[in-house]
Nanobody
Framework: QVQLVESGGGLVQAGGSLRLSCAASGRTFSSFAMGWFRQAPGKDRDFVAAFSWGGSSPYYADSVKGRFTISRDNAKNTVYLQMNRLKPEDTAVYYC????????????????WGQGTQVTVSS
């Protein structure tokens, strides 16, 4: 069993930055792929960024490429999402996920999810 707890969300003006953290406990952190997804009201849960198992190469949604950076600290069992140059369209609840998905960019296979943290970007 894996427990994921996100933190770091909040309200920020457009152009600002936030760093989200996801602390994992339970099974060996490094054995899972780790990802960030987001869900705006009335919309599907969309992929943002992820590390595959082993974490050597990050993957990003086109909408955040060049602005967001995913990183992980296996010693601390924590994955981060640094978000820069935020836009109002980045407003959503952000979820951390862990698992062994067939495809990193889709939700099936991510067996563990955090409770989510709200990010609101004002214009």
């Amino acid at each position: 069993q894996v427990q994921l707890v996100e933190s770091g969300g909040g309200l920020v003006q457009a152009g600002g930055s936030l760093r989200l953290s996801c602390a994992a406990s339970g099974r060996t952190f490094s054995s899972f792929a780790m990802g960030w997804f987001r869900q705006a009201p009335g919309k599907d849960r969309d992929f943002v960024a992820a590390f595959s198992w082993g974490g050597s190469s990050p993957y990003y949604a086109d909408s955040v490429k060049g602005r967001f950076t995913i990183s992980r600290d296996n010693a601390k069992n924590t994955v981060y999402l640094q978000m820069n140059r935020l836009k109002p369209e980045d407003t959503a609840v952000y979820y951390c996920a862990a698992g062994n998905p067939v495809t990193l960019t889709t939700t099936p296979g991510y067996g563990y999810w955090g409770q989510g943290t709200q990010v609101t970007v004002s214009s």
